[in-house]
């Protein structure tokens, strides 16, 4: 559940601005996951988000830098291991197919990740599509990919 959670937070952060733990546990409760404040912090803490300012005179939480690349593929790794059911790829597509409910929390991830030449992700519930851009490197990046479920 905590994988999941952070997946979510993740997701929420990208595509929101939000500036308060409240602001957050609110939008995970919209979301169907219930939280207490002494967790979102937690959660925060884990994940390394900051505060930065928003450009309207406020703040919202924001991803790490990617100085910390180590703890960050160690996470990735995680929710590789625990979501990911199947992996297939064909010219510069890389399909992974994922826990129910976890394809958008990876797809984040994936997007914030240092893996090099992975022009994006679009995600269904259970299914992710993974954009190479050069297919001579589809091969590679799977094979990556691959070595992060075992």
Known sequence: MKSKRHLKILSLI???????????????HESGIEVTQATISRDIKK???????DGKGGYKYSFPNRNNKVDARNWLEKMFQDFVVDMDYSENLILLKTVNGTAGGLGVALDNSDLDGIMGTIAGDDTLLLVIKNKENTVE??????????
């Open 47 to 53: 994940l390394g988000l900051l505060k930065v300012p």
């Open 14 to 28: 990208k595509n929101e601005d939000i500036g308060t733990q409240q602001e957050l546990a609110a939008r995970l």
């Open 141 to 150: 990046i799977y094979k990556k990919l691959e070595n992060m479920l075992s």
